[in-house]
């Protein structure tokens, strides 16, 4: 199976809610992933798909969204491609619902789910031989809060622990959203640099700092829990062309 620098790939950005969505196809047979879709940005990322010719096969989610409404329902329906979520999501309407450790062929690429619960019970990630897609798992030099959706800072920490730093340090870290200007980093800058869950922090001492944020709810909370429960599919929200 192929590595993951040896596919195609293009990192795109939601600037309302600081969402990256990412296409990963195979060169040779065209098939192809997204992961994480807007809404709002659904016309932008159908034209990408037709540019390069994409075979659309899978949409991926890497958790249930608080802050952006998916666009997964409007791109099953315009190209065929399954959706995906976690088994813990219990979302009805969607197509596949993941387990921790199911593989997932595409072309010629593998994709490995692995199950990061902690930001809310649903999050998935997702490993290709050289990068992991954490959702909001593992942000850079961050992690999702834990104080809504079922969240929980001691198992996000184990996941984090046990289930992502656990992979070679040199494998990409591609999040679900960056606030402060970077596109990736690695495993081993993240056990090192992570100012919450780097390997100098105690799981007690992770408990304490997420405790502490005392967060605003995110705006679109209440819109957007309800529609990605429903894989999307509502006719109350506009949609980019």
């Not at 605003?216 to 006719?235: Q, R, T």
Request: glycine share 8%.
């Amino acid at each position: 199976m192929k590595h993951f620098r040896d596919l195609g790939f293009h990192q795109l950005f939601d600037h309302e809610s600081s969402t990256f969505t990412y296409l990963v196809y195979d060169p040779g047979s065209l098939e192809g992933i997204i992961i994480d879709p807007v809404r709002e940005n659904l016309g932008r990322d159908l034209r990408l798909v037709e540019e390069m010719g994409m075979k659309l096969k899978y949409i991926f989610e890497t958790h249930i969204h608080a802050d952006h409404v998916t666009s997964a329902w409007d791109l099953k329906v315009k190209t065929g491609a399954k959706t995906m979520v976690s088994r813990a999501s219990h979302v009805k309407c969607a197509d596949h619902l993941l387990d921790h450790l199911e593989e997932i062929s595409v072309g010629s690429f593998l994709i490995r789910c692995l199950a990061t619960p902690g930001h809310t019970n649903t999050c998935m990630s997702y490993w290709i031989p050289g990068a992991v897609f954490t959702g909001d798992a593992l942000l850079i030099r961050g992690c999702g809060r834990t104080d809504f959706q079922q969240g929980s800072s001691p198992r996000l920490f184990a996941s984090v622990r046990e289930n992502l730093f656990s992979l070679d340090d040199e494998t990409l870290v591609f999040p679900a959203h960056d606030y402060k200007g970077f596109s990736r980093s690695s495993i081993g800058l993240e056990k090192r640099h992570n100012p919450r869950l780097g390997m100098q922090k105690t799981e007690a001492e992770f408990v304490e700092i997420m405790a502490q944020l005392k967060l605003d709810l995110p705006k679109k909370i209440h819109e957007a829990v309800p529609a990605n429960l429903e894989c999307g599919k509502i006719s109350n929200v506009s949609v980019g062309t």
